[in-house]
């Protein structure tokens, strides 16, 4: 459940903590006070899209926390899965920035937005008047079946075969091309294969060739500069060279070792570095033995060599294992279409295989969501009665279509209904009213509470188009869903409001010349006086009052 909720700088709201309670929680106020800025703080923290007009103005940046408690085992589990530290109680974060920029922390740790979208969607689900649009969409009809039939498992195997059948008919279209076509390409992957075969290139090649140029391009330095090391160290005609004298230095030290016990020490040691600049003074000499007879030829053969290769690197690749990657491919290519006909056959026969265990899944499917589609209806018309459409009819319509195959089976669903007795049954678009669809909706949510893993449902208005009795029993609904899951609901309606068992006031008042949104959780007395506002408008009398108090009374024992 939605424990705690903080939010900084976003509109109207400076700096506020609201504090939330199990069960069914509604939150009333004036026009403007500040009511949906509050649920679109909680969106931003689902994962909702930025906009710059949320942030405060002359804030650069502002601040959605809340802290989850009590989080179910199932959800538990489904966060464990996506590689969350998660336990009962967890703390979501969202930063924002004038800039568009946003940091959103799960626990402390930052986590990505596809992330934080997954798991907004087990925490909190959010339904405004717009959500009823959802309804009018037959497109939307079968995820709202799906959700309630539990058709993961079946679909999980229907996806594979769906996935295969996908594929193998993109390779059967590619192999199936008109003779022209499939000559054109025949000859084009020949000549790219042949191109590339003429050159042989060898794996590092390049860096090879690179070097060798760079060598003989500075030979006569590199020349110049050996040579003095090699006299330097080793061996010089005048005698001078570091093996030179330390050699005499071995002399001499030899020559009162006998009498400078220390001078053996020192001679080995000696001995040691003549030997080691012997050796860095042949192997700089080696630099040398690849002796070019005629450096500009062998440089002009490099240089074909490396044109060669940049030509090839311009059409097949950016380096030579790139290149070699595109001609096995290009084989492999040409491959399967000369031997199209042979591949064609066996894509054919796999396929056939793919169409019979996909059509085997889409059959389970479709039977699943006609034995729930009977339960569904019986439970949303049970529903609708009690919000006062007990004369409605409705009906979840299937119609599979063999052979046409989406990624969601072979079935058209649509939800159909008849809201007055002797009318035909027809799409919610052309039946249903905006308070009708608020009721169709509540009655969906109130029959999934028990099956949706969702903790928080939040209800914007959903007394939208409805008033007087229909609002008091929507009100009892929200109350007894509440017991499955945690209800908030902003709300307009008075018996929406004396039903729920927490109120929040939502006002906004001048500071410093600015206007600021606060929350203050309602008591009896304070919360009689809303009611009566709500009711009564300007004209609050004492049997006003007293009424609002029979309500809050009466609704205390639900």
Do not use: W
């Not at 002359?58 to 009590?70: I, K, N, P």
């Not at 040579?227 to 030179?244: I, P, W």
């Not at 071995?250 to 001078?263: F, K, M, R, T």
Request: with cysteine; glycine share 4%; proline share 1%.
């Amino acid at each position: 459940m939605l424990q705690s909720l903080h939010i900084e700088n976003i509109a109207v709201i400076k700096n506020i903590d609201i504090e939330f309670n199990k069960g069914f929680t509604v939150l009333t106020g004036e026009t403007g006070a500040g009511k949906s800025i509050i649920i679109d703080s909680i969106n931003l923290l689902l994962g909702g899209r930025i906009s710059k007009d949320l942030i405060r103005t002359g804030e650069d940046t502002a601040m959605v926390s809340a802290l989850f408690t009590d989080i179910s085992e199932s959800n538990i589990t489904i966060l464990s899965e996506m590689g969350l530290d998660a336990n009962a109680e967890i703390m979501l974060q969202r930063n924002i920035t004038t800039e568009g920029k946003s940091t959103t922390r799960l626990n402390g740790r930052v986590i990505s937005a596809s992330l934080q979208k997954e798991i907004g969607k087990l925490l909190i689900n959010i339904h405004g008047q717009h959500d009823n649009q959802s309804l009018l969409q037959p497109s939307r009809h079968i995820f709202f079946l799906d959700s309630y039939a539990d058709t993961s498992e079946i679909m999980k195997n229907y996806e594979i075969y769906y996935d295969m059948m996908t594929e193998t008919n993109k390779k059967i279209s590619e192999l199936t091309r008109n003779e022209q076509e499939k000559a054109r390409m025949i000859e084009l992957l020949k000549y790219q294969i042949s191109d590339i075969d003429s050159v042989k290139l060898k794996e590092n090649e390049e860096d090879i060739l690179t070097a060798n140029r760079n060598k003989i391009q500075n030979y006569e330095k590199i020349m110049r500069e050996v040579k003095l090391v090699y006299r330097a160290l080793y061996k010089n005609e005048k005698g001078g060279s570091a093996f030179d004298f330390i050699s005499r230095a071995v002399d001499a030290l030899e020559q009162i070792n006998n009498v400078v016990p220390e001078a053996d020490v020192y001679i080995e040691k000696l001995n040691d570095y003549k030997y080691e600049i012997e050796d860095i003074a042949e192997s700089v000499r080696d630099i040398l033995s690849e002796d070019y007879d005629n450096p500009t030829e062998e440089l002009n053969k490099i240089e074909s060599r490396l044109e060669a290769i940049y030509k090839l690197k311009r059409k097949y690749g950016s380096s030579i294992p790139e290149i070699l990657e595109f001609r096995k491919k290009a084989v492999a290519q040409l491959e399967d279409i000369e031997l199209s006909d042979v591949k064609v056959l066996e894509l054919n026969n796999n396929l056939k295989t793919q169409l019979e265990n996909a059509n085997k899944y889409a059959a389970q499917l479709t039977a699943l969501r006609r034995e729930t589609a009977k339960i569904l209806e019986t439970k949303i018309m049970s529903e609708l009665a009690y919000l006062d459409m007990e004369k409605v009819q409705f009906v979840v319509e299937i119609k599979p279509e063999e052979n046409h195959f989406t990624r969601l089976g072979v079935d058209n669903v649509e939800f159909i209904i008849a809201t007055n007795p002797g009318e035909p049954l027809k799409p919610l678009s052309r039946i249903a009213s905006g308070g009708e669809l608020s009721r169709i909706m509540l009655a969906l949510k109130s029959v999934f509470a028990k099956r949706e893993n969702v903790e928080t449902l939040i209800f914007d208005e959903i007394d939208t188009g409805i008033s007087g009795k229909t609002s008091q029993k929507i009100g009892i609904k929200l109350k007894q869903t509440a017991k499955d899951c945690q209800i908030i609901c902003v709300t307009h309606s008075a018996q929406i409001a004396a039903t729920a068992d927490s109120h929040l006031y939502i006002s906004k008042s001048e500071i410093d010349g600015r206007v600021e949104t606060a929350v203050t959780q309602l008591d009896f007395e304070t919360r009689v006086n809303e009611v009566a506002r709500i009711m009564g408008g300007i004209n609050i009398t004492e049997n006003l009052l007293e009424t609002v108090k029979e309500m809050l009374n009466q609704n205390k024992g639900d």
